[in-house]
């Protein structure tokens, strides 16, 4: 279980100073400004979960990700993973924990992938059969098989995050902390590293936090999303819920084999946004209506033919929430 209780983080960067000597000046000066990355962030992840963590650039999501997993103290407030802080009991915590962070790799710029796997498993003292055991287990999984024996340096972008990914799973932690795992890869890579991330919550219960500008990646995986912006939390809850509070309109398309007759009318319980000969757009909350409820109405102008709905797009409800 993952407890984040007020959790804050200022960062102090010194003050650029103007004219002459500027560069001088500014490395001897002691004057700071603050920047507020996170701002009282609380939040409870249980064993299990799925959860997204998003927000618009510079929202405080790494920031949080780092201090979740110790690299970074908080000014204040807590984090506590299965009940032990990250800062105080690193040795303790660092076990459970598996961390990819999608634009830096863990492993070895100039090594063979495998080598690079022998040193992190002497690292968290995994025993010899149990880690080549787990090491079939995860080439089978992520399709090592060829890399293994690649420096890291000549994997492509795909390859690289699959050999990340793997490395993260070695000392077979809990939970598992991914900040972008999939920028810059193709649909391929994306689907492969989205199948194996499924895998690893539903089938070994594993508990995930996945930061991600992918909404593809959310939706198809979490459960949950917790929504950051400017330092502090703006959403927590279901994909579903949050689509309601934004209450975009579901948009239905209504062919007619011939004429269509639309009343003239302002006392309609949705909007019919355009006519294109036999073709009707309506736009509906469908929170408020039912789209039978639409159709028992459209029906009687005209006869019906076909009807194309359209649920807004998960991008479209997360620009509705950043902004
Ligand atoms: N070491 C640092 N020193 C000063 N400011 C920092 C530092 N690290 C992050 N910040 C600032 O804190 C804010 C939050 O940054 P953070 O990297 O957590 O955002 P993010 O949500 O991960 O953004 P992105 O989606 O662009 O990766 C930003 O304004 C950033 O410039």
Not at 241 to 254: A, F, H
Request: include cysteine; charged fraction near 25%; aromatic fraction near 8%.
């Amino acid at each position: 279980m993952i407890t984040v209780r007020n959790l804050r983080k200022t960062f102090q960067t010194p003050l650029v100073q103007e004219g002459r000597f500027s560069g001088l000046r500014t490395l001897f000066s002691r004057a700071y400004k603050e920047k507020e990355a996170v701002r009282d962030v609380s939040f409870e992840i249980e064993s299990g979960e799925f959860v997204g963590y998003i927000g618009p650039n510079g929202a405080g999501k790494s920031t949080t990700i780092k201090m979740l997993t110790g690299i970074l103290h908080p000014t204040s407030g807590e984090v506590l993973i299965n009940g032990y802080s990250p800062q105080k009991h690193r040795k303790r915590v660092v076990g459970q924990l598996g961390v990819v962070f999608g634009q830096r790799s863990q492993l070895w710029w100039d090594l063979p992938v495998k080598d690079s796997y022998e040193i992190l498993t002497a690292m968290y003292r995994v025993e010899e059969s149990t880690s080549r055991r787990r090491l079939g287990e995860l080439t089978e999984l992520l399709e090592l098989g060829e890399l293994l024996d690649t420096p890291v340096r000549k994997l492509s972008l795909g390859q690289r995050m699959r050999a990340d990914l793997a490395a993260s799973m070695l000392h077979d932690p809990d939970i598992l902390f991914l900040d972008e795992p999939t920028i810059g890869l193709d649909v391929v890579a994306k689907r492969n590293i989205r199948g194996f991330l499924q895998t690893l919550n539903r089938d070994f219960g594993k508990t995930i936090l996945l930061t991600t500008h992918d909404m593809d990646d959310i939706e198809q995986l979490c459960q949950r999303v917790i929504v950051i912006n400017h330092g502090q939390i703006g959403y927590d809850g279901t994909i579903d819920e949050l689509r309601n509070r934004i209450g975009l309109p579901t948009m239905m398309k209504v062919t007619y084999r011939g004429a269509v007759k639309v009343p003239l009318t302002w006392e309609l319980p949705f909007r019919v946004v355009e006519q294109e000969a036999n073709v009707l757009t309506i736009a509906c909350n469908r929170q408020e209506l039912k789209a039978m409820d639409v159709l028992r109405i459209v029906s009687s102008w005209g006869e019906m033919d076909d009807v194309h709905m359209e649920e807004p797009e998960f991008e479209e409800v997360i620009h509705g929430v950043y902004n």
